[in-house]
């Protein structure tokens, strides 16, 4: 086992004040949960205001930072050795030994950097400082020391135990998941919903998600690349519930009564209300869509107004000010671009029409919605009875 143990630092979390052991906390959890998809055996310890996952068996190294940089709240990770305070000597060799293995190229700057939590050592920071330099400029000739902008630095620290540490990995960022309650977000199979999913989860949302099929017009396939976006989300999210809504009968009746270049919209209308009332029974206290002003007819301010009237509940969408290259290149980077653009059908492309209103007028939508008054509440409560449940991590 190269490194004993990874240091989680966190930034944001930091500034709760009274609160920040919840955050603290609610990280430590995340950080076990995603630790789970790993073989090994690990240790989450929180010691004065910074959290460590202390490894107890070998483990896959890139493994272990492929889950902790899924982390969110999570801004950096450093692998750390860690061995017990010794004496002087044998510390410069430990530390002089550790870097030759973490940096074999010849040529870089550096600086060292030590804390001493412990101030009985029988040296100082500086002195250590000093010695350590010392040391790797002896072994490299091609170094150089530069304590402005140097290549890396050596931290060591001296506390109950030495950790020693030359890498930062740059975290996931945002804050833990859990604590900023619960929201359910409208995920079909495109490139936009997974990736609001994923900012809002960031902001440490727990996600909870429903997706509308309208079989047989939608396949199994459809449905499974819908399945698979939520465990991509899961993987940065933890497990999602996922409702799979079967929204055939509403899709076809709103066809058969509704002005055709109407029916995206009233179309997208009764997805949020369903949407909302299966939020309220799982407490969840907001939506998520993947809008975007502008992108398609639906998605113009004020297509987005009629939408956002059958509402109660908050709406949040925060892909709404994003170009589409922008959206794209975050699902690139979350990992759910390529099934995404696998080219299954989707409900709003079966049931489009060719002119859809760019400018829906609210009363004039209300009122072909009357067209539907005889069966519609029927219809959304069996589709809401009769959702299915798949859990997605
Ligand atoms: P996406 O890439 O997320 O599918 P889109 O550009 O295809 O978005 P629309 O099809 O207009 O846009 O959908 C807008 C938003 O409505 C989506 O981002 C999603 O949140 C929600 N939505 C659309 N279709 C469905 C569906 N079948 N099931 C659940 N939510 C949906
Ligand atoms: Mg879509």
Redesign the pocket.
């Known amino acids: 086992m190269k490194y004993q143990s990874f240091l989680l630092k966190y930034a944001e979390i930091g500034t709760k004040g009274k609160n920040r052991y919840m955050f603290e906390d609610a990280l430590m959890h995340q950080a076990r949960e995603h630790l789970k998809r790993v073989d090994g055996d690990f240790v989450i310890q929180k010691e004065q205001g910074r959290i460590y996952v202390n490894c107890m068996s070998e483990y896959d190294y890139d493994e272990v930072v492929d889950a902790l940089t899924k982390v969110f709240g999570v801004i950096a990770i450093c692998p750390m050795i860690q061995f017990p305070v010794c004496e002087y000597g044998e510390l410069r060799e430990k530390i002089l030994e550790f870097v030759k293995s973490e940096h074999p190229e010849q040529e870089f700057t550096f600086k060292a950097k030590c804390r001493r939590a412990d101030k009985t050592y029988e040296k100082t920071s500086d002195e250590i400082n000093a010695d350590v330099g010392y040391d790797v400029l002896t072994a490299y000739p091609g170094s150089r020391v530069d304590v402005h902008n140097p290549d890396f630095t050596i931290y060591i620290e001296i506390r109950k135990q030495v950790n020693v540490f030359t890498k930062i990995i740059p975290g996931a960022g945002g804050m833990p998941i859990g604590t900023n309650g619960k929201a359910m977000?409208?995920?079909?199979?495109?490139?936009?919903?997974?990736?609001?999913g994923y900012m809002i989860a960031k902001r440490g949302v727990i996600l909870e998600?429903?997706?509308?099929?309208?079989p047989p017009y939608?396949s199994e396939r459809a449905k499974q690349k819908?399945v698979d976006l939520a465990k991509a989300v899961a993987k940065y999210s933890g497990t999602i519930k996922l409702h799979i809504?079967n929204?055939t009968e509403i899709q076809l009746a709103i066809y058969e009564k509704c002005p055709h270049d109407e029916l995206?919209i009233i179309m997208?209308r009764y997805?949020m209300k369903i949407?909302e009332r299966i939020a309220e029974a799982n407490d969840c206290i907001g939506l998520?869509?993947?809008?975007?002003i502008g992108?398609?007819a639906?998605?113009t301010t004020f297509s987005l107004r009629c939408t956002d009237e059958v509402c109660n509940l908050p709406v949040y969408r925060p892909?709404i000010g994003f170009d589409k290259q922008e959206?794209v290149n975050l699902a690139e980077k979350i990992g759910t671009f390529e099934t995404?653009i696998l080219p299954y059908e989707?409900?709003?492309?079966i049931f489009v029409a060719k002119h859809p209103v760019t400018k829906p007028r609210l009363d004039t939508i209300k009122k072909s919605e009357t067209h539907l008054a005889d069966c519609i509440d029927e219809m959304v409560e069996r589709c809401i009875a009769e959702d299915e449940v798949v859990w997605c991590s």
């Open positions: 977000l409208l995920l079909s199979g495109g490139i936009d919903s997974p990736v609001a998600a429903c997706y509308f099929h309208a939608t819908v809504i929204f995206t997208r997805m949407a998520i869509t993947g809008e975007s992108q398609v639906s998605q892909v959206i995404s989707d409900c709003c492309t």
